[in-house]
């Protein structure tokens, strides 16, 4: 099982930046398919950006494209998440999520560990 860790959310305003991280622990980080997820009351959970086991591809939704990216460390078994000009929509819980090797493409049922989640609260 991974233990995922998020931190990094916290109160904005709209237009500024933040970045999130998710320190992960108890598998081989190198083997892991790592993705962001958020969720804002009364929605779904849903998917924002992964990132492949090397770093090398990565996937977006296309609400934050262009504004978000995702990385990785992997010798520091850390994903980030560098939000830029926020807005109040991208108010939510996000949450940290893996899966062992797999894909970029995955839904959100393939991915078998998740964090405690992060909030992000942006206003305008």
């Known amino acids: 099982q991974v233990q995922l860790v998020e931190s990094g959310g916290g109160l904005v305003q709209a237009g500024d930046s933040l970045r999130l991280s998710c320190a992960a622990s108890?598998?081989?980080?190198?083997?892991?398919?790592m993705a962001w997820f958020r969720q804002s009351p009364g929605k779904e959970r849903e998917f924002v950006a992964a990132?492949?086991?090397?770093?090398?591809?990565?996937y977006y939704a296309d609400s934050v494209k262009g504004r978000f990216t995702i990385s990785r460390d992997n010798a520091k078994n850390t994903v980030y998440l560098q939000m830029i000009s926020l807005k109040p929509d991208d108010t939510a819980v996000y949450y940290c999520?893996?899966?062992?090797?797999?894909?970029?493409?995955?839904?959100?049922?393939?991915?078998?560990?998740w964090g405690q989640g992060t909030q992000v609260t942006v206003s305008s």
């Open positions: 108890g598998r081989t980080f190198s083997t892991l398919t």
């Open positions: 999520a893996a899966q062992v090797f797999g894909s970029t493409r995955a839904t959100k049922g393939e991915y078998h560990d």
């Open positions: 990132v492949s086991r090397s770093g090398g591809s990565t």
